[in-house]
């Protein structure tokens, strides 16, 4: 099995990581809530944003953003 899911182009094997992390977490919300739910959906959610490929954006937007807000509230002329 896991021959044929290496054969695979590496966009339909993110295909398949990010349909099995999506289906985690729509499956981790019908169990009670708990430390271990509340964490393997994050992770499960983590790992499902950086397999659709939007992880590397939104990090790039966080860093600049957070670098304008530093340089706002450093500069001692404002």
């Known amino acids: 099995m896991f021959e044929?899911?290496?054969s695979l182009s590496p966009i339909a094997r993110r295909a398949v990581v990010a349909l099995a992390l999506?289906?985690?977490?729509?499956?981790?919300?019908?169990?009670?809530?708990?430390?271990f739910t509340v964490?393997?959906?994050?992770?499960s959610g983590l790992?499902?944003?950086?397999?659709?490929g939007v992880m590397r954006p939104i990090l790039l937007f966080l860093i600049f953003l957070l670098r304008a807000v530093f340089r706002y509230k450093t500069d001692p002329w404002l």
């Open 22 to 35: 999506f289906c985690i977490m729509v499956i981790d919300l019908l169990f009670p809530k708990s430390n």
């Open 47 to 52: 790992g499902w944003v950086w397999a659709i």
């Open 4 to 6: 044929k899911f290496m």
């Open 39 to 43: 964490f393997l959906f994050l992770a």
